[in-house]
């Protein structure tokens, strides 16, 4: 992994342990008695503190999950090289704009 | 085949660090989908959540909570050891992330129930 990689993929780290820890309590609090959409929707239509928490977590998710996947691959198989790591660079874009479009569908809708 | 190496706690973290990252990355852009389903009506994602109250989908919810905590406290682990040098506590550490990861595990099933 290079240098880069590596600080990006900890510093990632770091901020996903807070909103990894935060993202399981609100699941556990959110499931008791059932889930529906207007249950979601309630917490999340317009709400700014959920938007920025959760825009962090996507931009977080959006650096370490490729960078993870590409250590694991580069190790358990022999796919190397410029391939791969487009191939990743697509799965980042794709985390990112997926992720955002759900942060802003339950925020915005 | 097992090394001796493999026999070790720190390769069993490593191993299990690894397989729950890989089955988030694999859920992630799925998790986004559905949410981002909300953006054709609400009755959409009701939809989707209707889908998830089968016993299969309720039981991979709970494997994929359990991963996720599974992942997070393995995380922490790599941090505490690169960052605070704790090494040699490997198996006290081991233990504690595995008590946090049944922790949230039995709060999800008592939760979800």
Known sequence: ?109 | MMRASHKQPGFLAALLHRLSGIALAIFLPIHFLALASVLNGAAALDSFLAVTQTPAVKASEGALVVALATHMTLGLRILAIEFFDIRERTVAVLTACAAAVFAVGVAFLLSAG
Not at chain 1, 17 to 41: K, N, S
Not at chain 1, 66 to 80: A, D, Q, Y
Not at chain 1, 99 to 108: K, L
């Open chain 1, 1 to 109: 992994m290079t240098p880069v990689l590596f600080l990006a993929q900890r510093l990632s780290a770091a901020v996903l342990a807070l909103a990894v820890a935060g993202h399981l309590v609100t699941i556990l609090y959110a499931i008791r008695g059932g889930l529906t959409a207007g249950d979601i929707l309630a917490r999340t239509h317009g709400n700014l503190a959920f938007f920025a928490f959760y825009s962090v977590f996507v931009v977080a998710v959006a650096f370490h999950a490729p960078i993870g996947l590409r250590n694991v691959i580069r190790e358990w198989t022999p796919w190397r090289g410029g391939s791969l790591d487009a191939a990743l660079a697509v799965f980042a874009v794709m985390l990112l704009v997926l992720g955002f479009r759900a942060v802003f569908a339950v925020y915005a809708a």
